[in-house]
């Protein structure tokens, strides 16, 4: 079973601030995203990597920042956080065959942020 | 815009009942739909796919339907159990996207025992 650990859980965090979120998976796929989720919006995708030193723009991107500096680890920046970024986050990292099941996303537990 | 619609919002049914969820889509470009299951306090987790070469696919109590001309696609959920109770997203994705899925804003599932 793929494993992906997202860290913080919970974080708040004040207008104007910097927040890293942070991502890692175990099990060596090339591909990583970031969603978040809003009541009445499902999940939308952030930011996307297919492997590290890459990043791309999702469908909604304005605000956001992502590193890539391994394998392993995918990172979501917001360099000014706003209001309207309070919202839950996911990670989840996929390949485009794994296991039989293809493209299957495998997602972290979350992380909660609150900008005020 | 939204590419992939789900209705109802909230469904609640009694245990033992089949549970329909329902999803539509925009692009006729989109091959894959897979169906994610999330608890409270937790990731989304795959339940069950469907290309769209296939009008059904089943696995275990759960069931899609799918309908390609009409653009639409359903979860039945047979003989729903309390522990079924979560909320279902339905995605969709273009064959070259890489895993770049389309999620709908989903379904809250609740079933009474």
């Known amino acids: 079973e793929a494993a992906v650990t997202q860290s913080p859980r919970n974080k708040v965090a004040v207008t104007g601030g910097k927040v890293t979120l942070s991502c890692n998976q175990t099990n060596n796929h090339n591909n990583m995203y970031w969603y978040r989720q809003d009541t009445g919006h499902g999940l939308r995708l952030i930011h996307y990597?297919?492997?590290?030193?890459?990043?791309e723009k999702g469908d909604i991107p304005d605000g956001y920042k992502a590193s890539r500096p391994s394998q392993e680890n995918f990172s979501l920046i917001l360099e000014l956080a706003t209001p309207s970024q309070t919202s839950v986050y996911f990670c989840?990292?996929?390949?485009?065959?794994?296991?039989?099941?293809?493209?299957?996303?495998?997602f972290g537990a979350g992380t909660r942020l609150s900008v005020l | 815009q939204q590419q992939v619609r789900q209705s109802p919002q909230s469904l609640t049914v009694w245990e033992g009942e089949t549970a329909i969820l329902n999803c539509s889509y925009e692009n006729s470009a989109f091959d894959y739909f897979p169906w994610y299951q999330q608890f409270p306090g937790e990731g989304p987790a795959l339940l069950i796919a469907?290309?769209?070469?296939?009008d059904k696919k089943e696995d275990g109590g759960f069931t899609i339907f799918f309908n390609k001309r009409e653009k639409n696609l359903s979860l039945h959920i047979k003989d729903s159990q309390p522990g079924d109770s979560a909320t279902y997203f339905c995605?969709?994705?273009?064959?070259?996207?890489?895993?770049?899925?389309?999620f709908g804003a989903g379904t809250q599932l609740i079933v009474i025992p």
């Open positions: 995605a969709a994705r273009r064959g070259s996207a890489l895993g770049r899925l389309h």
């Open positions: 990597s297919y492997g590290a030193g890459s990043t």
């Open positions: 989840a990292s996929g390949d485009a065959e794994t296991g039989g099941r293809q493209n299957t996303l495998y």
């Open positions: 469907i290309r769209s070469v296939s």
